[in-house]
């Protein structure tokens, strides 16, 4: 299916499009920081969809061709470093509730909830406020907002309070130096795939201030350790071994956290998913969802 636009609250709009078979059991795909549903790429999409899912992703709000929060300003330097926004224009649990509007939207019910990075963030706050809206979550290199675990490293955090590029090929050269630092190590570096990516991300919208106030929202957000106590969605969490911008301890603090939920290192991963290491995490993916239906039908086996 093309982009399309639909309404999940008053004045939000969600650009999303969807893969496979509306039969299948329903896969919702939540990306991170300032990152456009195209980081979910088509191929894994279809990939995916080829395990017997039907798949949905989604521009975030303040991102893509999704409703934007121009009126308010991102935070400033100082205030990213004191950690005090003081204009926040919404929170993590309103981007949550635009995930749950998106469900009710497409009369899915509910879904296997898929996020990474700031999107597994929004995933384990969507887990926490509507527990009948998630199957099953599968946190991916994200973290529990404790200030002690899930640090990036000190290099990494010029380009978090660098402000955005206006020019196309600034901001191309600037995702390609980003993803030099805390890509995957481990696995084969497409640079013509990430330059094809940023450009198309910025042609796509206009607005270079989302981020930061995406940033903003998680900020206020604090530690959200003893909320995700509360998660009962069985819960999967993958994290790579070489991530720079969200820790390991973010991803293991995660697990911790949430009863029951089962911990996956990917070697070599950083803070992206590489082509190389697709069918590896499609198949965590894909394996935790059946197990959760299999359980679940059993469940209502007589």
């Known amino acids: ?30 990306m991170g920081l300032g990152t456009q549903m195209l980081a979910w790429r088509v191929e894994f999409c279809e990939q995916l969809a080829r395990e017997g899912f039907f798949v949905v992703r989604y521009d975030n709000r303040d991102v893509g061709r999704s409703t934007h929060f121009s009126d308010h300003r991102p935070p400033s330097l100082k205030e990213l470093v004191l950690r005090r926004p003081k204009d926040v224009a919404y929170t993590l649990d309103d981007m949550a509730e635009d995930a749950a509007g998106l469900i009710d939207a497409l009369g899915l019910g509910a879904a296997h909830v898929v996020g990474a990075s700031m999107g597994g963030m929004i995933a384990q706050q969507l887990a926490v406020r509507h527990p009948d809206k998630v199957l099953s979550l599968v946190s991916i290199m994200s973290t529990t907002g404790a200030r002690r675990v899930g640090q990036p490293a000190l290099k990494v955090l010029p ?69 995700l106590r509360r998660i009962t969605a069985p819960t999967l ?39 190389g290491a697709w069918d590896e995490v499609i198949g965590l993916i894909a394996g935790h969802a059946r197990a959760v239906d299999a359980r679940t039908s059993g469940a209502r086996t007589p």
């Open 1 to 30: 299916m093309a982009e399309q636009h639909i309404a999940v609250a008053p004045g939000i709009a969600l650009c999303h499009e969807t893969f496979g078979d509306p039969g299948d059991p329903v896969v919702l795909l939540v």
């Open 159 to 227: 380009f978090l309070v660098k402000p955005p590029s206006r020019e196309r090929e600034e901001a191309i050269e600037r995702v390609v130096q980003l993803f030099g630092l805390v890509g995957s190590p481990g696995f084969e570096r497409d640079v013509a795939e990430t330059r094809e990516m940023a450009g198309e991300s910025f042609d796509r919208s206009s607005d270079r201030r989302g981020a930061g106030r995406q940033l903003a929202a998680i900020l206020a957000a604090g530690d959200r350790t003893a909320g």
């Open 237 to 275: 969490v993958v994290h790579g071994t070489d991530d720079k911008l969200v820790a390991p301890s973010g991803g293991k603090a995660t697990a911790k956290a949430i009863a029951g939920a089962r911990l996956e290192l990917v070697r070599g991963m950083g803070h992206d998913i590489p082509r």
